[in-house]
């Protein structure tokens, strides 16, 4: 399951101090019948927003407070306690969404000895240079690991591929009856062209913030089994300050198996 699907839980409440502040309004009002002086500029008036500030501020709080243990939302060291109830330690430059998986992969793989969360798990763990893993099994028997490496724009070296397969290999991972590969990602190369209409009063240079923001969406979404629709390049292309977008390549959606990832190679944005 992604985390990132899940509903807003509904501990988390909405917050608003506009209806926070009208509530006390209200309520003092009720008590205080002979209060008429209902001016924004009235010291009770600002006694009351400064009331519904604070209260604004303990809610917030207490929907932190609520997050830190919650693994879709738990962040830095809140995450990291977290994580440790389930004998999961942050490695070194690991981020936030990298330990978040690796905690789900363990959680997971708990359910049976040599199931494919426990696989994917344990090739996680096995170096800091691993981005991404999946398992699935192509005939009875033999389980394939395919990694993806954050190194080397996703291309995983023999280095990197000797060291995942000799951790998997141990006795204390692989079940007795599995045969276990592991092999790099399949990286699907895109390219992606378009003509770009900028809005009269948008300056040229802004090309630039396009193409940086597009490289980052990219980055952010770009992860085994996830496919790149046309729809989703022309919507991350359209920023505030363009007018059109004409999408040249690539032609029709880019599909995406669970043990291939895409990755970004040129962006071309022309204007017109």
């Excluded at 977008?245 to 962006?267: F, G, H, K, W």
Aim: hydrophobic share 40%; glycine share 2%.
């Amino acid at each position: 399951m992604n985390l990132s699907d899940l509903e807003t839980p509904q501990i988390i409440e909405e917050l608003s101090f506009s209806e926070i502040i009208n509530q006390m309004k209200d309520r003092f009002v009720e008590i205080n019948s002979e209060f008429t002086a209902y001016l924004e500029s009235d010291p009770i008036i600002k006694l009351l927003e400064v009331a519904a500030y604070r209260e604004l501020l303990l809610r917030q709080r207490i929907n932190q407070v609520a997050k830190s243990n919650l693994l879709a939302f738990a962040t830095g060291s809140d995450l990291d306690n977290l994580a440790v109830l389930y004998g999961i330690e942050r490695k070194e430059n690991e981020t936030d969404d990298e330990l978040r998986k690796r905690t789900q992969a363990k959680i997971e793989g708990w359910s049976t000895a040599g199931s494919k969360a426990a696989y994917i798990f344990h090739a996680l763990n096995a170096d800091t240079r691993v981005k991404e893993a999946n398992a699935d099994s192509p005939e009875p028997g033999l389980v394939r690991i395919s990694i993806l490496s954050k190194e080397n724009n996703g291309m995983v070296s023999d280095a990197l591929l000797e060291s995942v397969n000799s951790y998997m290999q141990r006795d204390d991972i692989r079940m007795l009856t599995d045969t276990v590969q592991v092999i790099p990602c399949n990286l699907i190369d895109v390219d992606v062209r378009a003509k770009i209409t900028l809005m009269s009063s948008t300056p040229i240079e802004f090309l630039s913030t396009i193409k940086t923001s597009f490289r980052k969406a990219f980055a952010k979404i770009a992860s085994m089994g996830v496919s790149i629709s046309r729809s989703w390049i022309i919507s991350n292309l359209f920023l505030d300050g363009v007018k059109d977008v004409q999408l040249l390549s690539p032609i029709s959606d880019v599909e995406v198996m669970e043990t291939e990832c895409a990755r970004l190679l040129e962006l071309e944005l022309t204007i017109c």
